[in-house]
């Protein structure tokens, strides 16, 4: 630091030099005011407020010694109110004061003098406050003036008129509080807007942040007028309002035009901003360039739209046209126009405040008219207009991630989803889906996911066949590739992620009507199909088992629907279209599954002609099998599904079950790991021997010799495996088939075959060393004798039992 | 007066009629202090009696008669020895003679004239006195008793008001208007400044009232400027199209009427003074003539109750307006258009340049001649101080200025502001 004083101390020692004089000043008025010697009194006074008269101090400093000053200067004003209501009146007081020879003591004594003389004669009321304020002129210097008026302001807060009637025309009505108050704020925001235009322009920052902490005093003078009870609606519009603006827009100072606007805004009621929407819109067009403009008109639409809402909608609303008629309007429609007037007007204005306007009408639009979609739509409409603008401006056809603009398209587009809670509201709006198109590709990505998490959120049924093509036009950049995409697979994980959302979109495409449905579908399929190999084996399985759930439905109506048959037989070709389209995709294992669940559910719907086509279902996936499926373990799953599918499956005659079992278990027996091919055939057993569990029928096409031969033959390729723990496993999961297929009823199982098993078992447990999988094996092999041994125990009447079987 | 202690003497007393219900007034002497006189006004009788007080009673004063005189003289301080007498009346009150008692002799001026007013200035002073005097052999034996005299005028309160407007090209328009040329002594100037240009950075506005005391003739001529009163009216650096209301009390101030050529000794004018100083402390001033008189307290009492002490400075426009509709009788210094009033105007300042067509030319002095003249800036304090000193002498004044109606109201409605039009309440019962 060097040896000077650092401003913000010299302002601490400046401002406490002046207090001491006041200090003292003030006790010594107060002093001779206690010996009733005013006219000593009212010198010391005039001492103190000489203090005033200082150009050395900041905004803040002057303002705490203007409150210390002030505030001695009550007891002067007690004192003559005192004194006056005693009657003992001094004799032209109001003139005496007046030969103070500086005009800024001068004024502040004059001020409270007055007040004395209006507070003890409101006769003099009128021509008092008219004069104090014209008087009050002669400062000119903004600080100086600002406080000053801002002393007349506090002086007469409680004795302005504020009746219509006067009982003497001298007390003056609120007509005359209205000018008084209108004149002060106008002088007090010419000094103020003046004091930007003072002094240097490196100080530009410091100004504006001390003509910011000055504000409020200006703003005063709106509460002033906002305080007045009697000025009516009427009375607002013709002379309250009118004054403000005229000088707000006239002051051309874009500090002082938004501080003000935002004032009129929050002090007066909501039934003056509405009575005189069109008045304050206008002159928000008026307002300077650099006018935040967007913010005052949001703070407008926000306090009328959550006052329509208290009030129901219930709000009068009329403007007085031109020619003098008034005419009843709605609330959207006004600030609609208005805003449209002020988008074009101020060229300058910045794209995202444009935007954000539209947000605020929008918002406006949903809680004032819920009930009137096409105001929305509206401002959609225009919204869409302002992005087209801006493309065409910037050169891109998209927003960029990010920017201001996109930032609040973001949050246009995300309230009606937000607020109606329903897609289907959504989808009526027709600007609503080509705004979706202006954003970027992320954008349009994260609008998506939004709307889909929203549908699921609320359960939303989208059930007409041009709904979906509405909601999947919506969604348009997760139904198929976009022109503007990442080139590159940017996150996969991602991707996945929004397709099973879309996935779990599309199960609520759905109506209780079957043929409906079935329309739905379809278009949704339609539709989906352009989205590409990675998109369809997302969204294309839950459209096979809509599909497959329909043709259930249409089971149910067999009796209503004549038709059902040939329907059902529509529908699975649907499905098989559909499957086969994610073939040709090169997909093998999810149409695999798709075909073989078809099949089952064909089996089980049983309509015409329903073997041949189960027959076919099953085939495909088979030949899929074999055709695609090529990894080891991904075949030991496919065949072994293929196998549980053909054994749930009772339709098909011996010409279609012969060569499919035949088929499996020679499939069955060529994979190429022995522990695999082990268990596959011993599952082919059951392709032999079905049960007759659950009331079925016994199956005529039981055989029970090839269901041992297959068990045999696992038993046999276990034996091959080399390590005696696999051995011991498969063996151990052998006994478990044994014994299940000789509880439904293989008489070729016999005990005594059980019980080589059980002792070749025991045989190779033995060998093995101990190790966590050799217990667990333990644990299977003895669970399976347990079971047994309670089977023996408490035979099951149904079932055949363990004759002959000794477990020792 | 007894020089030598012997012989007889006497003390004479004036005493005057009424004395105890005439008015008194404050003048003040040679070496500054004020007394208090009794106060007559032109033409008014003045008589009283003659009080002759033997020191010795007994033995007789002899002496060559007893006159009183009514004298109103002229003093110029330049010129001691010179007074110049512009009244002397003479009473005989008795012939020579013996005084052998107290005599008490009755005197009456009658209807005397009195032209002029009391006065003292710095270089002169006019008085008048009573003089009774016991002529005698060697010492007369004399006694002087000072009377006041005031000059009431009456004009009529018609609205004779200087507007002009001066200013520096390209460097300070205004344009100033006071209700009125001539003012009473307890009457309030009332105008405004309305600034047309304003290129400089002002820093504070005053009006002085400044009093020039001219005194001999030719090159003789001794001219005095006193400051009366020093009035701060604006504050700060205003900028063009505002207007500043000016309201200064006179009663406060230590004045006299205007004193023109009075006996062919003296003047006393009494000038308005705007002045303006930049941030620089440079001035710029507009003198203005105005003519002081003194009002018949009498007839103060009414003290024209449909006279407004306001101007309206509401607003600039009407004014301006005002002023070009009426430009006819404007005191703009416009040569080419002599009317009643730009006479009048120019026989109060005949000094005036003349030249141009245009605003007129404002003075602007040169800092350093400034620097004796008022020290610093600002305004003493001292100046309060003064003020609230002859703040406590009770005023007669009764009335306050505001309680007057104002002309606002009835000023048509202006165009600057449309915001405080209000829009006639046609039908509507709330108002």
């Known amino acids: ?808 | 007066m007894s020089f030598f202690g012997f012989g007889q003497t006497a003390d004479i007393e004036i005493v005057f009629d009424d004395a105890d219900k005439r008015k008194v007034a404050e003048v003040k002497t040679d070496d500054g202090k004020k007394e208090k006189l009794l106060l007559y006004y032109d033409g008014e009788t003045v008589s009283g009696k003659v009080n002759v007080t033997l020191r010795k009673p007994g033995s007789k004063l002899e002496h060559q008669g007893i006159k009183v005189e009514l004298i109103g003289q002229i003093e110029l301080f330049y010129d001691r020895g010179n007074h110049h007498e512009f009244i002397s009346l003479v009473k005989e009150l008795a012939r020579p003679g013996d005084l052998l008692q107290h005599t008490s002799y009755p005197f009456e001026f009658a209807n005397v004239e009195k032209p002029y007013e009391v006065y003292t200035g710095s270089n002169v002073r006019l008085r008048y006195f009573l003089r009774a005097t016991i002529v005698r052999r060697l010492t007369d034996i004399t006694k002087e008793v000072d009377i006041a005299v005031h000059t009431l005028c009456s004009y009529p309160d018609v609205l004779n008001s200087i507007k002009m407007e001066v200013g520096i090209e390209d460097c300070l328009h205004i344009e100033f208007e006071y209700n009125k040329s001539k003012y009473h002594l307890k009457d309030v100037i009332v105008g405004k400044i309305y600034f047309l240009l304003v290129r400089i950075k002002i820093k504070h506005m005053e009006i002085s009232i400044i009093k020039r005391e001219t005194t001999g003739s030719g090159p003789n001529t001794f001219t005095e400027n006193e400051t009366v009163a020093k009035y701060e009216i604006m504050d700060g650096a205003p900028v063009r199209g505002e207007s500043i209301p000016i309201r200064v009390f006179l009663a406060g101030y230590d004045l006299t009427p205007t004193m023109r050529d009075i006996n062919n000794k003296f003047s006393v004018r009494y000038y308005l003074n705007l002045v303006l100083m930049d941030t620089e402390d440079r001035r710029y001033f507009k003198q203005q003539e105005v003519i002081l008189w003194r009002k018949s307290d009498k007839s103060r009492l009414p003290l024209h109750p449909h006279h407004p002490q306001t101007v309206s400075y509401q607003g600039h426009q009407s004014l301006r307006k005002q002023s070009v509709s009426s430009d006819d009788n404007s005191a703009r210094a416009t040569p080419s258009n002599p009317d009643p009033e730009n006479v009048m105007q120019r026989s109060v300042s005949p000094s005036m340049p003349e030249k141009q067509n245009g605003p007129l030319q404002m003075e602007r002095e040169k800092p350093e001649a400034f620097i004796d003249k008022l020290a610093g800036a600002h305004i003493n304090e001292n100046d309060t101080n003064d003020t609230s000193d002859e703040i406590e002498e009770p005023k007669p004044v009764e009335k306050l200025p505001v309680v007057e109606k104002p002309l606002i109201a009835e000023k048509p409605q202006i165009a600057e502001k449309p915001t405080l039009n209000r829009p006639e309440p046609a039908g509507s019962p709330s108002q």
């Not at chain 1, 304050?280 to 639409?301: D, H, R, T, W, Y």
């Not at chain 1, 719907?605 to 990894?631: K, P, V, W």
């Open chain 1, 1 to 808: 630091m060097t040896n000077q004083v650092s401003p913000v101390e010299e302002q601490e020692k400046l401002l406490e030099e002046a207090l001491n004089i006041v200090k003292v000043q003030a006790f010594q008025m107060k002093r001779c005011l206690d010996k009733s010697k005013l006219m000593d009194a009212l010198k010391h006074a005039s001492t103190m407020l000489g203090e005033l008269r200082t150009s050395l101090l900041s905004p803040k400093s002057y303002y705490e010694l203007y409150m210390a000053i002030t505030d001695e200067l009550r007891h002067l004003e007690l004192y003559l109110l005192e004194e006056f209501q005693k009657g003992r009146k001094v004799a032209d007081l109001y003139e005496l004061v007046q030969y103070a020879g500086n005009i800024v003591p001068r004024l502040y004594l004059l001020i409270t003098v007055g007040l004395v003389y209006i507070k003890t004669n409101t006769n003099l009321r009128r021509d008092l406050l008219k004069d104090l304020v014209e008087m009050c002129r002669g400062v000119q210097h903004p600080l100086r003036g600002l406080f000053l008026r801002n002393y007349l302001l506090q002086c007469t807060r409680n004795v302005l008129p504020d009746t219509h009637e006067a009982p003497n025309e001298n007390e003056g009505t609120v007509r005359d509080a209205v000018d008084f108050v209108l004149m002060n704020f106008a002088e007090m925001n010419k000094l103020w807007v003046r004091m930007q235009h003072q002094g240097h322009s490196r100080d530009k920052e410091r100004r504006e942040r001390e003509r910011s902490e000055l504000r409020i005093l200006v703003g005063t003078n709106l509460v002033r007028l906002s305080q007045l009870e009697s000025v009516t609606v009427e009375d607002y519009r013709r002379m309250v309002l009118p004054g403000i603006l005229e000088q707000v827009v006239s002051c051309r100072d874009a500090i002082a035009q938004e501080y003000l606007m935002e004032c009129i805004i929050q002090v007066f009621p909501d039934e003056f901003h509405l009575a005189n929407l069109q008045p304050f819109l206008k002159s928000c067009a008026e307002l300077q360039p650099g006018v935040n403009i967007k913010n005052i008109i949001i703070a407008l639409i926000e306090r009328l739209a959550s006052y329509s809402q208290r009030n129901e909608g219930n709000m009068n609303l009329s403007v007085v046209l031109e020619d003098g008629q008034e005419q009843e309007v709605q609330l959207f429609e006004v600030f609609s126009d208005q805003v449209a007037a002020i988008t074009q007007s101020r060229v300058d204005m910045p794209q995202e405040d444009m935007l954000s306007l539209q947000l605020a009408l929008l918002k406006l639009a949903q809680r004032c008219h819920p009930d009137k979609l096409n105001y929305v739509d509206r401002v959609l409409a225009h919204t869409d207009k302002i992005c087209a603008d801006i493309h065409q401006s910037s050169g891109q056809s998209t927003l960029e991630h990010h920017t201001p603009v996109f930032k609040e398209l973001m949050k246009i587009i995300k309230l009606p989803c937000d607020h109606y809670k329903n897609i289907l509201v959504l989808i009526k709006l027709s600007n609503y889906a080509p705004l979706i198109r202006h954003l970027s590709y992320q954008g349009r990505v994260m609008i998506a996911v939004h709307l889909i998490n929203d549908v699921l959120e609320t359960n939303t049924a989208i059930s007409t066949p041009q709904d979906v093509e509405a909601v999947l036009g919506l969604l348009d950049v997760l139904v198929k590739d976009q022109p503007d995409q990442p080139p590159s697979e940017s996150d996969v994980e991602d991707f996945v992620e929004e397709q099973g959302l879309l996935a779990r979109l599309i199960h609520h495409f759905k109506s209780d009507s079957a043929d409906q449905q079935y329309l739905i579908t379809s278009t949704a399929r339609k539709i989906l199909q352009g989205g590409g190999a990675r998109r369809i084996q997302h969204t294309f399985p839950p459209l096979v088992f809509h599909a497959y759930r329909l043709a259930f439905v249409y089971k149910d109506l067999k009796d209503q629907d004549e038709m059902w048959e040939k329907k059902c037989q529509k529908i699975f070709q649907f499905c098989h279209q559909t499957i086969t389209m994610l073939v040709k995709a090169e997909l093998a294992e999810l149409p695999l599954r798709l075909y073989l669940q078809g099949a089952l559910a064909i089996s089980e719907i049983g309509f015409a002609n329903h073997e041949t086509i189960a027959y076919e279902f099953l085939s495909q996936a088979f030949s899929l099998y074999e055709d695609e499926i090529s990894d080891s373990k991904a075949q030991l799953a496919a065949i072994t599904l293929i196998i549980a599918t053909f054994e749930q499956i009772n339709c098909f005659g011996a010409e279609n079950a012969e060569p499919m079992r035949t088929q499996c278990a020679l499939a069955a027996s060529k994979l190429l790991k022995k522990p695999d091919q082990s268990r596959a055939v011993a599952l082919c057993s059951h392709l032999f021997w079905k049960g007759t569990r659950d009331g079925r029928p016994v199956w005529a096409l039981n055989d029970a010799s090839r269901a041992l031969d297959c068990l045999k033959k696992a038993a046999r390729v276990a034996q091959q495996c080399m390590d005696g723990g696999v051995q011991a496993q498969l063996l151990a999961e052998l006994l478990g088939r044994y014994a299940l297929l000789r509880e439904r009823g293989n008489q070729s199982l016999t005990p005594s075959l059980i019980d080589a098993i059980i002792q070749k078992i025991r045989e190779e447990l033995a060998n093995l060393d101990q190790s966590e999988e050799v217990e667990q094996i333990t644990k299977h092999f003895h669970n399976t004798l347990q079971h047994l041994k309670n089977r023996i125990e408490s035979p099951d009447p149904e079932s055949l039992g363990y004759e002959g079987l000794t477990l020792s």
